[in-house]
């Protein structure tokens, strides 16, 4: 399946559904589902810019969505204009291109993962044994339960 490396807090946006537009300098002839990876670089001033304070996960597959179309921006003006869609600071105007996002999903535990530069494949096959399948399900649920109540 196809990645895409998202820097946080912007991969956490898109997972949660507020953010639709992904402005890159580069254009894609992709459509369809895409897992989202949040690397372990953040961009501090976007945190304080956007008020958020929750630490996120970053270094791994954190959700999925779904590019349905590519923008083309022709001004800084128009990528203005899409502002409440891609949450980018004015530093990011002269991006060209939007990919319009839809069916964001986030994943209830974080695969971590190694991030690449543009679309890269990944392949998650699980390492599991016919004896572990019943343990591996009760160990993930158990962290399920507990992400958010610390």
């Known amino acids: 399946m196809k990645c895409l490396s998202i820097s946080q807090p912007f991969a956490d946006l898109i997972v949660k559904g507020k ?21 372990v ?23 999925k969505a779904e590019i349905y179309d ?13 502002a409440k869609k891609h949450f980018a600071s004015k530093n990011f105007y002269n991006r060209k291109y939007g990919f319009c ?3 964001a999903k986030e994943l209830r535990v ?9 679309f890269f494949d990944v392949s998650l096959k699980p390492n599991i044994k016919k004896n572990q399948i019943k343990t591996d399900l009760i160990e993930e649920e158990y962290r399920y339960q507990w992400i958010g109540h610390h």
Do not use: M, Q
């Not at 953010?19 to 690397?39: C, M, Y």
């Not at 590519?70 to 899409?82: F, I, L, M, P, R």
């Open 19 to 39: 953010k639709t537009v992904e402005l890159r300098s580069w254009n894609t002839n992709f459509r369809g589902e895409f897992l989202i990876h949040a690397p």
């Open 41 to 63: 670089k953040i961009r501090k001033e976007d945190y304080k810019r956007l008020k958020i304070k929750t630490k996120l996960p970053t270094g791994a597959i954190i959700g």
């Open 70 to 82: 590519v923008k083309k921006y022709s001004s800084a003006d128009e990528v203005k204009k899409d």
């Open 101 to 103: 996002l839809k069916n």
């Open 110 to 118: 974080p695969i971590p993962y190694r991030g690449r530069l543009g």
